[in-house]
């Protein structure tokens, strides 16, 4: 493992974490890193049976740790922690955060909607409406408070037990008072037009007149997913893999 802080702040009384080889030893691996710009995430059960979800750059390369993971670990935690003073619980508890490389937050069960759109084939029951409406008011509920996501897609919605939804990765969400008017709508725009893709698709019924109209992507999101899909993908991706 590479030479990292392990400084750590708890916010959970009475929780104490191991040292991090041990807790990484006692942990599961949920999935790896895919390339120099993501982290592994990993299961933790503590003592007490509660359950949490590591986040880390902590075993990738100084590289990694410093170019994607500080500042991606920075803003997720930054923007958990915003959700939880506002009250919004549609996102994972924050934890705790170790150096800079590492969050520790609220482990959510479930699937992921994506997993469950791929596996149509297997006669998989879909999230009920109600799961979708969940969802709408989900967005709206963020958006009226000023926050984006930011990668509102079905990979990064969680369907739970009881059929309810919760999002995950919060490192590309922004806040409408630290990020500047313009980008922040586009970003907003972003999130609108991955919503009417995803109701389009699973429950169009539900969808209004505004959401409709919104469902043209701004320069912000062409950009980026032309960088996503021409040059990341085909490109950085492949080389940073086995970073």
């Not at 400084?7 to 991090?20: A, F, Q, V």
């Not at 937050?105 to 994506?114: R, T, W």
């Not at 893709?197 to 019924?205: N, R």
Request: aromatic fraction near 8%; charged fraction near 25%.
């Amino acid at each position: 493992m590479s030479s990292v802080s392990s400084d750590k702040l708890i916010l959970e009384p009475g929780l104490e974490l191991p040292p991090l080889p041990e807790l990484f030893q006692q942990s599961t691996l949920v999935r790896g890193a895919t390339s120099a710009a993501t982290g592994e995430l990993l299961h933790w059960e503590a003592p007490n049976g509660v359950q949490y979800l590591l986040k880390t750059f902590a075993r990738k390369s100084w590289f990694s740790r410093v170019i994607f993971g500080r500042s991606s670990i920075k803003r997720e935690w930054r923007m958990l922690n915003i959700l939880k003073e506002k009250g919004i619980l549609c996102a994972p508890a924050p934890t705790a955060k170790i150096g800079g490389h590492t969050i520790v937050m609220e482990f959510i069960p479930g699937k992921k909607l994506e997993s469950l759109h791929h596996y149509r084939r297997e006669n998989l029951p879909p999230p009920p409406k109600t799961f979708y409406l969940s969802l709408q008011a989900i967005l709206h509920d963020l958006h009226e408070h000023g926050i984006a996501h930011g990668d509102f897609r079905r990979a990064n919605i969680m369907v739970q037990p009881d059929n309810t939804p919760r999002l995950v990765d919060w490192a590309t969400a922004r806040n409408s008072e630290t990020s500047s008017n313009l980008f922040f709508r586009q970003v907003i725009r972003s999130d609108d037009y991955s919503l009417v893709k995803v109701l389009s698709d699973s429950c169009p019924e539900i969808l209004t007149a505004t959401e409709r109209a919104a469902a043209k992507p701004g320069p912000l999101l062409r950009l980026g997913r032309f960088f996503r899909q021409r040059i990341y993908r085909h490109i950085l991706k492949p080389l940073w893999k086995k970073e």
